[in-house]
């Protein structure tokens, strides 16, 4: 595996500008069915790329702290960290951090077993072996005896001045069953620690689960937290201080700028909801990620699942929410205790803590695609050749059913290509309804609009494997059918079926205003298992325009499958998109229903 963000990369990028995230023009997280992978017993993981390439996973199993890598994507063997010798503590809450010089920093908490009448820690241990050997075991910080007057969930973080932070949730001191966000500094390469300072606090709250993070604006640095003084239970809040600053100015109390809210608005969560245990990154490219379990639609806070939301390169306007480990149809799975990390210039990986399920319980992994905006790209002369064509977007994190999505574009239309990937190809029973059969559907807004419902100048089309299609467009409010000279072709494949439509832009008036619009795209699977699953474009929802995606119409040429040349006499023959000459009328009632190519152009019947 590459590492793409060592040190010296990352402070190229402390000059950048600040990321805009919104639905039409931020990035997705599309996770991937197919990658899900249960990796062993455990709770508590994190994730780290090394400098050497490889990935590590930290965790507790048992009353132990562990290791294990992963070189060139094959896992190792699991390596004990530490062990209480005496056997009075559970060690937990593992975390891992790289330093500069190349030594990697282990932090745990020691928590005591019932009766035992020790006091709860924060304990650190160190390698100079990636992992295979580790030494120089100590305490740096003892809390009280009892479970109301622990300390909880080390996290660092190494700062470009070498500077090193490890925050923690601390009940130590903290009247009225409270808690506080405490620091603690290392100046000399972790052989020294300075007097803890309390930096976050909301007095009659409980400020918990620190994550830092040293933004790449060379200006800000962050930690996220679950704040059950925000709105009614737990949710994720970012606390904020300068890099000049670097937490000199004291606690940061529930009142504080420095102190916000990590959804977007447009996000907010009820009252109601339970949103903890964050965890948040920064990609290479500059936006942020946060993680958090939730009770959002589950049927209780007792049964939380991991959630992951994009925000701007500042660490705010989180949204685009999306389910690295969805465990479609297991309301009662829990999916706790998550960390993510980039593995490269594409791909996240997600880790949780799995429970309450018939088997497999334990810590799970996950990777999932970053999506950008869709580019059209133009069509000029030829037949498309679809893989050749960088896909757009990506549908497959609840069932085994997945999709590529393409689009292309000329003066008369839009092309859109779903190359999907499904080992039982369904087809519903007659009268079923049309979304009951494998399919696509696909909702353009040309006027982009966004908002929290549906207007006029949106349209959507659904397509199945059967070859039905239902084309609707919105009037004022409400969804009508839509007559349309649309064409569709639907073709089997070793690996399940491919689509194409084809939109001409006479359909919805004309070719959008300044060449872009948003989409929205859904993929129905049906694996005859007595339900079907409709799964929504990441962090989409059909009914608000709002979170629909953009795509530009590009004027870079596609890449092209030129069909054969005309032989001599021939120059008006029509031609499949293989280059097979097919016949010279489009109009022949034989002809099948398709796309071909005739003078050079595409055409469709």
């Not at 109390?253 to 809210?261: N, P, V």
Request: include cysteine; charged fraction near 20%.
């Amino acid at each position: 595996m590459k590492r793409f963000t060592p040190l010296f990369i990352l402070l190229l990028l402390w000059g950048a500008a600040t990321k805009a995230q919104t639905y039409s023009d931020g990035i997705r997280i599309c996770w991937d069915y197919k990658t899900q992978k249960f990796l062993t017993g455990g709770v508590y993981s994190r994730l780290k790329m090394l400098s050497d390439g490889s990935l590590a996973c930290v965790y507790s199993a048992g009353p132990d702290v562990y290791m294990r890598r992963a070189i060139n994507g094959r896992w190792q063997t699991a390596i004990k960290v530490a062990s209480d010798p005496k056997g009075q503590y559970n060690y937990t809450n593992s975390e891992l951090l790289e330093l500069a010089d190349g030594r990697l920093m282990y932090a745990w908490n020691a928590r005591a077993k019932d009766g035992t009448g020790v006091p709860y820690k924060i304990m650190v241990a160190y390698s100079s072996t990636k992992g295979r050997t580790w030494t120089g075991e100590q305490t740096l910080y003892v809390a009280g005896t009892t479970w109301n007057e622990g300390c909880w969930e080390p996290a660092m973080m190494q700062l470009p001045s070498g500077e090193v932070q490890l925050f923690f949730a601390n009940e130590y001191n903290v009247s009225n069953n409270n808690q506080n966000i405490m620091l603690l500094r290392s100046t000399d390469n972790c052989q020294t620690w300075q007097v803890p300072e309390v930096v976050s606090f909301r007095s009659g709250s409980r400020d918990g689960m620190p994550v830092p993070l040293c933004l790449q604006n060379g200006k800000s640095l962050v930690f996220a937290i679950e704040d059950n003084g925000l709105n009614g239970n737990f949710k994720p809040v970012i606390i904020h201080t300068t890099v000049e600053d670097n937490w000199h100015s004291g606690t940061v109390t529930g009142s504080s700028s420095h102190r916000w809210s990590a959804l977007a608005s447009t996000d907010a969560l009820a009252a109601s909801v339970y949103a903890g245990a964050p965890y948040i990154i920064q990609l290479s490219s500059g936006e942020t990620l946060l993680s958090c379990q939730s009770s959002e639609g589950r049927s209780s806070a007792d049964y939380p699942i991991m959630q992951v939301y994009v925000g701007n390169s500042s660490a705010k306007n989180f949204l685009c929410r999306s389910t690295p480990f969805p465990f479609v149809g297991e309301e009662k799975t829990q999916v706790q205790w998550c960390a993510m990390e980039q593995t490269d210039d594409s791909t996240v990986m997600a880790t949780s803590s799995v429970t309450n399920r018939a088997s497999q319980n334990g810590i799970w992994i996950t990777s999932g695609h970053i999506f950008h905006p869709i580019t059209a790209l133009h069509a000029a002369k030829g037949a498309i050749d679809w893989e050749s064509q960088p896909v757009g977007m990506f549908i497959g994190s609840e069932s085994q059913a997945q999709a590529n999505i393409r689009t292309a574009w000329d003066e008369d239309s839009l092309y859109l290509h779903f190359e999907v990937t499904d080992a039982t190809v369904v087809e519903a029973p007659e009268g079923s309804a049309p979304w009951d059969s494998d399919g696509v559907e696909f909702y353009l807004d040309r006027n982009k609009r966004g908002g929290e419902k549906i207007s006029t100048g949106m349209y959507k089309v659904l397509l199945n494997v059967k070859g039905e299609t239902f084309a609707e467009r919105a009037q004022i409010s409400s969804w009508s059918s839509w007559a349309t000279s649309m064409r569709t072709q639907v073709t089997a494949t070793a690996k399940g079926y491919e689509m194409l439509i084809v939109m001409p832009w006479s359909d919805i008036v004309s070719r959008p205003p300044k060449n872009d619009f948003t989409v929205f795209f859904k993929l129905h699977n049906n694996d005859n298992t007595g339900s079907v699953i409709h799964e929504n474009m990441s962090g989409g929802n059909p009914d608000r325009p709002l979170t629909w995606l953009r795509c530009t119409l590009s004027n870079e040429e596609t890449g092209i499958a030129s069909p054969k040349s005309s032989p001599k006499g021939k120059e008006g023959a029509c031609y499949s998109i293989d280059g097979r000459i097919i016949g010279y009328d489009l109009s022949h009632h034989m002809l099948p229903r398709g796309i071909y190519v005739q003078h050079g152009k595409l055409r469709t019947r």
